[in-house]
């Protein structure tokens, strides 16, 4: 079975800094999906990689992948109290997605 | 991308009963799962929906206990059976996009508690 791990699990971050949260994965996949989740909401894609290499950006947040380490990587820049919600990763395999434990962000101003 | 409708959006039911969850995507898609998160968690896939067959069950969910169905492409509803508290959580109900990017999109989800 596919195993996803997200570390951290739980960031509490100064407004204004950077940090990035890394997605790991136990298998070979050249699909990986992040996700934002706000409290009691359903989740929003945020970003689709779909190659060895791939780097998306939207606003303070960048994505990439490397599916020959199979990791992928979400980092924030300039953080702001915005961004606070959790960030799940998924991989898809063998036509099912499977996600990580999730990295609940907290933007402290 | 896929706007996808579910409903009952919350709901609080009684141990015994049982809740039929619907869900309604606005184009065409490809797969449809639904999956449950307990409070902070992440997504547990139940089982993927099937058009006009029995849907795919993972290992730990049985159809006796979350019965669905998917009559069409853009419709599906999950019922969880006999609700006792430990069913209380979050049920989403979920498509995969005919796009390349294969993207997975989510309905707002079930709020479900049983007392």
């Known amino acids: 079975e596919l195993k996803v791990e997200q570390n951290p699990l739980f960031l509490s971050m100064q407004e204004g800094k950077n940090y990035t949260i890394y997605c790991n994965y136990s298998?070979?996949?050249?699909?990986l999906y992040w996700y934002r989740q706000d409290p009691g909401k359903s989740l929003e894609s945020l970003f689709v990689l779909l190659s060895n290499g791939a780097v998306k950006q939207e606003g303070r947040l960048m994505a990439s992948l490397d599916t020959k380490a199979r990791l992928s990587t979400l980092h924030i820049t300039a953080a702001v109290h915005d961004l606070s919600a959790t960030y799940f990763c998924a991989v898809l395999w063998r036509n099912q997605f499977y996600f990580g434990t999730g990295t609940s962000l907290t933007v402290i101003p | 991308s896929a706007v996808i409708s579910q409903k009952p959006s919350r709901d609080i039911c009684q141990r015994g009963t049982s809740l039929t969850i619907q869900c309604q995507v606005d184009s065409q898609v490809t797969m449809m799962f639904w999956y449950r998160q307990q409070p902070g968690q992440s997504l547990t896939l139940i089982a993927t929906?099937?058009?006009?067959?029995?849907?795919?069950?993972e290992s730990g969910f049985v159809i006796d206990k979350f019965p669905i169905s998917r009559p069409n492409l853009t419709f599906s509803t999950l019922t969880v059976s006999n609700m006792s508290p430990e069913d209380s959580s979050i049920y989403l109900c979920s498509a995969r996009g005919v796009e390349n990017s294969g993207e997975l999109f989510f309905g707002e989800g079930s709020r479900l508690t049983v007392l």
């Open positions: 929906a099937n058009q006009g067959s029995e849907a795919t069950y």
């Open positions: 298998t070979t996949s050249d699909r």
